[in-house]
Every structure is written in structure tokens, then in C-alpha cells.
């Protein structure tokens, strides 16, 4: 599945960067999440209650910065696991500054599911991975205000 999207903001693309580069500052916006350990500045394991449905559970979390080109460009590898399936979620970031102020950030994200979530329809996984995006992208905006 492929997700992808953009938002303006009215921080600098270097303000914006500095936010969601920062694994600790970011994860603060990742619904559901219950710890969180950084390992370096680029990684951090996690557990987050996730699922379809009434399939509920905790998952296990790898975040990895993948790319860093300040103020530009920032990737993501996200591996997880949890509730006898497994997510691989391949995230990228790009940042513009607006003439008018503020920034863009465009993302994209391809995303693998494997096992007993996958086994579910795929449009209801698409509509709950929507609804956590969208929850993300409304808790960055108020962080970045």
C-alpha cells in the first residue's frame, strides 16, 4: 500500500526538520504510543497499541533514519511486529520553504503487511492507517505552531 500527502506549515522547512528529524520529538505524535527507547539519533524502538477492527494489540516497533539532508530531505525505515503479522514501512520526507512563509512537507509511504493483519480486507486497513496519519499530522501541526 502507498500513502502520501502534504501539509503546510507556518515553521521554516529548517524548523520543521529539526522537529521531525528528532526521534524523541516526533514520536511524541505517533497515536497509541506506549514507550519509547532511542538507541541512537538514528533509531529508536517503540510499542504502539495498533490494529483493525477487533484485532487489537501491541506491536514492536524499529524506527531508523534512512536518509538526513538538512532541511530537505529525511527517510524513514519503520519495522514492526505484533498480533502474528509484520509492517514494513518505507517513509520519505521532503521540504520546501514557501515564498509567502512557512514550509511545505511532501511524504510519501510504502507500506508491506504481512500475516493475520494482512489477512484482513484491505480497505480496512487503508482506512485505519488513514485515520492514524491523519491524527500524526494534526498533532505535528499543533507541535509546530
Given at each position: 500500500?502507498?500513502?502520501e500527502?502534504?501539509?503546510?506549515?507556518?515553521?521554516?522547512?529548517?524548523?520543521?526538520?529539526?522537529?521531525?528529524?528528532?526521534?524523541?520529538r516526533?514520536?511524541?505524535?505517533?497515536?497509541?504510543?506506549?514507550?519509547?527507547?532511542?538507541?541512537?539519533e538514528?533509531?529508536a524502538?517503540?510499542?504502539?497499541?495498533?490494529?483493525?477492527?477487533f484485532?487489537?494489540?501491541d506491536f514492536?516497533?524499529?524506527?531508523?533514519?534512512?536518509?538526513?539532508s538538512?532541511?530537505?530531505?529525511?527517510?524513514?525505515?519503520v519495522?514492526?511486529?505484533?498480533?502474528?503479522?509484520?509492517?514494513?514501512?518505507?517513509?520519505?520526507v521532503?521540504?520546501?520553504d514557501l515564498?509567502?512563509?512557512?514550509?511545505?512537507?511532501?511524504?510519501?509511504?510504502d507500506?508491506?503487511?504481512?500475516?493475520?493483519?494482512?489477512?484482513?480486507a484491505?480497505?480496512?486497513?487503508?482506512?485505519?492507517?488513514?485515520k492514524?496519519?491523519?491524527?500524526?499530522?494534526?498533532?505535528?501541526?499543533?507541535?509546530?505552531?
Open positions: 500500500m502507498k500513502f500527502g502534504s501539509y503546510q506549515f507556518p515553521k521554516s522547512s529548517s524548523e520543521v526538520y529539526s522537529y521531525i528529524s528528532d526521534l524523541r516526533v514520536s511524541e505524535c505517533i497515536p497509541d504510543l506506549k514507550s519509547l527507547e532511542i538507541k541512537s538514528d533509531e524502538l517503540a510499542t504502539a497499541r495498533a490494529g483493525i477492527g484485532i487489537r494489540g514492536n516497533l524499529r524506527f531508523n533514519v534512512t536518509q538526513r538538512p532541511h530537505t530531505n529525511l527517510g524513514y525505515a519495522h514492526g511486529s505484533g498480533l502474528g503479522s509484520g509492517v514494513d514501512i518505507s517513509i520519505t521532503q521540504l520546501e515564498s509567502t512563509g512557512g514550509s511545505t512537507l511532501s511524504w510519501v509511504a507500506t508491506k503487511v504481512v500475516g493475520r493483519v494482512a489477512s484482513m484491505q480497505g480496512m486497513m487503508s482506512s485505519q492507517a488513514e492514524i496519519i491523519k491524527q500524526f499530522f494534526e498533532c505535528l501541526s499543533q507541535r509546530l505552531r
